[in-house]
């Protein structure tokens, strides 16, 4: 069975720390790895990875993947009370036709306090 | 600006009677999927549909039916026969490259 798994569950941490959210994944088929921010409602999309050891980054986030060890890492760094939020990991499978086919974790849910 | 409508944003039903949650998108894309969150849980594959007049069964798609008839629609319609309907309910569409999934604002759907 396709597994994705998320720790930690929850997290508080001070505005400006640095944070670390991981991903571990068993499944088979794997084609990417992507990382989703839902605030309220609508996930918004992070980052989608395919390739080890390259790193994502957008602004003071980040996320890289290692598909020997089959896990990924979303950094947060200088945290802002806007970063609170549920992460989702997401793995998606080689898809049979053109769907894309995702299995996400229970999420880590931070919150960023003053 | 182009995206993914879902309405309404809140149903509330009772127990015995069929529901059905819209999921509109302008994005042009062919894939469509449903999902449903519930607390402690990641979100769960309900039906998915690669293009018109075609879908499939996602991981839980017991107690539910849906229908694509139109490129831009693909509806939702949760049944008497789904034990647990109360939930969050997601439609997301995706690119023909199959990039990442656009998601709509959601339907909480309670039912008593």
């Known amino acids: 069975e396709d597994k994705v798994v998320q720790s930690p569950l929850s997290l508080v941490v001070h505005e400006g720390d640095t944070v670390t959210l991981n991903c571990s994944y068993e499944v088979t088929n794997f084609r990417s790895l992507l990382w989703y921010k839902q605030e309220k409602k609508a996930p918004t999309f992070l980052f989608m990875l395919t390739s080890s050891g390259i790193e994502k980054k957008s602004g003071r986030l980040s996320s890289i993947l290692d598909k020997k060890e089959l896990f990924s890492i979303l950094n947060i760094t200088a945290t802002q009370t806007g970063d609170s939020a549920v992460y989702l990991c997401a793995v998606e499978l080689v898809p049979t036709g053109t769907a894309s086919k995702l299995t996400f974790g229970t999420g880590t849910r931070l919150q960023v306090t003053l | 600006d182009g995206g993914i409508t879902q309405s309404p944003k809140y149903l509330f039903r009772k127990e ?3 529901v059905t949650l819209s999921c509109e998108q302008n994005l042009n894309h062919d894939a469509m999927y449903w999902y449903r969150q519930d ?8 039906y998915y549909s690669q293009i018109v007049n075609d879908f499939q069964k996602g991981d839980i798609a017991e107690g ?10 693909f509806p939702l319609t949760v049944t008497s026969a789904q034990k647990n309907p109360t939930a969050f309910y997601l439609c997301a569409s995706s690119p023909p490259n199959r990039g990442p999934l656009h998601f709509g604002n959601g339907t909480r759907l309670t039912v008593t």
């Open chain 2, 39 to 46: 607390p402690g849980q990641g979100l769960r594959l309900i």
């Open chain 2, 64 to 73: 539910y039916s849906v229908s694509r008839e139109k490129k831009e629609s």
């Open chain 2, 16 to 18: 015995g009677q069929n």
